[in-house]
């Protein structure tokens, strides 16, 4: 199955992390990946979003029109891309800081506060990795051993203090119950 997903937030709330470890967690899973990030030149506090195709079959073309799997992670990435994503697709938003908008019942969409789970649980700073979690759990897009796989290969070797709090946070998302 191909997966078209967007990663879309502000930037500095890991939007470009949760794709990069997606895209390294596709390779681990032995897919074709592609990586199309996409940000404004402010980064901190503009506007980011970043397309990952992930496929059994070879990629023609890195852009993702319309995602099958949309993460959200702030309201006007929600209002830009809830509406472009695909009938039967996913829709992973954080509802500490969106209010849903739509109301589409072609797709399925998974609430998390995500945000707010961070900041309860210390987790300060990983509310992305608590997403990408539950976006596993939701959506079967990767093995969830993959995707942790695919973390250690993108946190860079500067950071690597900071990758057991990361792998906690994926798991966190990955076990949350609503």
Same mark, same amino acid.
């Given at each position: ?5 967007? @990663? ?5 709330q890991?939007?470009? @992390?949760?794709?990069?470890v ?5 390779m681990?899973?032995g897919?074709?990946v592609?990586l199309l990030?996409?940000y ?5 506090g503009g506007?980011s ?8 079959k ?14 959200a992670?702030?309201?006007p990435?929600?209002d830009? @891309?809830?509406v #472009?994503t695909e ?5 992973i ?5 969106? #209010?849903?908008?739509?109301d589409?019942?072609?797709i399925?969409v998974?609430p998390i506060?995500a945000?707010k789970l ?9 509310a992305?990795m608590?997403?990408?979690g539950y976006m596993?759990? #939701?959506?079967?897009?990767l093995p969830?051993e993959?995707i #942790? ?5 993108a ?9 057991d709090k ?6 966190f998302?990955?076990?949350y119950?609503n």
């Amino acid at each position: 199955m191909a997966h078209n997903i967007l @990663f879309a937030g502000f930037g500095g709330q890991g939007v470009q @992390f949760a794709a990069k470890v997606t895209a390294y967690s596709g390779m681990v899973s032995g897919c074709e990946v592609s990586l199309l990030p996409s940000y404004g030149p402010e980064m901190r506090g503009g506007t980011s979003n970043c397309a990952v195709r992930i496929d059994t079959k070879m990629i023609a073309a890195p852009i993702v029109n319309e995602p099958n799997i949309l993460m959200a992670l702030n309201q006007p990435s929600y209002d830009k @891309f809830a509406v #472009k994503t695909e009938a039967g697709g996913c829709i992973i938003y954080d509802d500490s800081l969106i #209010k849903r908008s739509d109301d589409r019942t072609d797709i399925n969409v998974y609430p998390i506060p995500a945000t707010k789970l961070s900041r309860e649980h210390g987790y300060t700073g990983l509310a992305n990795m608590i997403a990408l979690g539950y976006m596993a759990k #939701k959506t079967g897009f990767l093995p969830i051993e993959d995707i #942790k796989e695919g973390l250690k290969k993108a946190v860079p070797a500067s950071k690597a203090a900071l990758l057991d709090k990361n792998i906690e946070a994926l798991e966190f998302g990955y076990n949350y119950n609503n």
